[in-house]
């Protein structure tokens, strides 16, 4: 749903490609064996979502105009995904 969110975002041009989305699931595997879980939680992806996404996104015209960075749409994608299994 975050790689998702990132292609329908209005400020994103280009959205997460899908090898990235792959990038984003191994680094979050990663942190959690690093934390000695065998499962990944949705904190480990979202620590992860924007140093692994906002270089691979592209702002529109409108989000360049505003001085948007891709951090802080990155960071706004992540606050308004849905957690899987959250209410």
Same mark, same amino acid.
């Given at each position: 749903?975050?790689a ?6 209005s400020?994103?041009?280009?959205g997460a490609?899908?090898r990235?989305?792959l990038?984003l ?5 990663s942190?959690? /064996?690093?934390?000695?879980?065998d499962? +990944?939680?949705?904190?480990? *992806?979202?620590a992860?979502a =924007? @140093? ?13 105009? /505003? ?5 802080s +749409?990155i960071?706004?994608? *992540?606050?308004?995904?849905? =957690? @899987?299994?959250?209410r």
């Open positions: 749903e975050l998702a969110a990132t292609r329908s975002h400020a994103i041009r280009l490609s899908p990235a989305t990038h699931l191994r680094a979050a595997r942190r959690a /064996a690093l934390a000695g879980r499962h +990944v939680l949705p904190d480990d *992806v979202q992860l =924007v @140093p692994l996404l906002a270089h691979r996104i592209i702002l529109s015209s409108q989000a360049h105009l /505003a001085r948007e960075s891709p951090t +749409v960071e706004e994608v *992540v606050r308004h995904t849905r =957690v @899987p299994g959250a």
